[in-house]
Antibody
């Protein structure tokens, strides 16, 4: 079964760009079977979908974050990445990567999450 | 944007009893609704998709029902490991997935 693992810096300064990577194992990232997504959860709060990418490179973003978000896929390294620009303290959250089988489906596999803190 | 509203925010139930959690959508999501369980320090785990289909490995004591705008997650006989936070998520309004704010299920 799929396994997903997030990696990132842990701490980012305000106004900088957040960069996170999700490494996929147990299956191919270059498959039409899955979409690859990012979800975040501020401390003590609920879940927010950030966006998703298809293996072809087609991207889909939450309109509330669209102006600051870029999701990309590197099929040669079985990774997909998230960049979020101009971060503020409100972007402090646990960031999860996850998979969903179609454009209309639930998230079936999740990474364990990585805490990203925005602070000077 | 479809707003998902869960109730109650906190539910206190004794082990062995039944728990009923609700999720309401601001407009119809058909049966495109999922339920997740999240324990402290862990990622959410998919329990139910398609409003009523259990995900792989999910015990039969978990059941989902509803369609349109009203949904229910029922846990028939609570086990100690079931006390957690539960989220609903609609995936009908692609490409904008939204989650409910969560229901915390605590031991009474």
């Amino acid at each position: 079964q799929l396994q997903l693992q997030e990696s990132g810096p842990g701490l980012v300064k305000p106004s900088e760009t957040l960069s996170l990577t999700c490494t996929v194992s147990g299956g191919s990232i270059s498959t039409s079977t899955y979409y690859w997504g990012w979800i975040r959860q501020p401390p003590g709060k609920g879940l927010e979908w950030i966006g998703s990418i298809y293996y072809s490179g087609s991207t889909y973003y939450n309109p509330s974050l669209k102006s600051r978000v870029t999701i990309s896929v590197d099929t040669s390294r079985t990774q997909f990445s998230l960049k979020l620009s101009s971060v503020t303290a409100a972007d402090t959250a646990v960031y999860y990567c996850a998979s969903h089988r179609t454009s209309y489906s639930s998230f079936d596999y999740w990474g364990q999450g990585t805490l990203l803190t925005v602070s000077s | 944007e479809i707003v998902m509203t869960q109730s109650p925010a906190t539910l206190s139930v004794s082990p062995g009893e039944r728990a009923t959690l609700s999720c309401r959508a601001s407009q119809s999501v058909s049966s495109n609704l999922a339920w997740y369980q999240q324990k402290p320090g862990q990622a959410p785990r998919l329990l139910i998709y398609g409003a009523s289909t259990r995900a792989t490995g999910i015990p039969a004591r978990f059941s989902g029902s509803g369609s349109g705008t009203e949904f229910t997650l029922t846990i028939s006989s609570l086990q100690s490991e079931d006390f957690a936070v539960y989220y609903c998520q609609q995936y009908n309004n692609w490409p904008l997935y939204t989650f409910g704010q969560g229901t915390k299920l605590e031991i009474k």
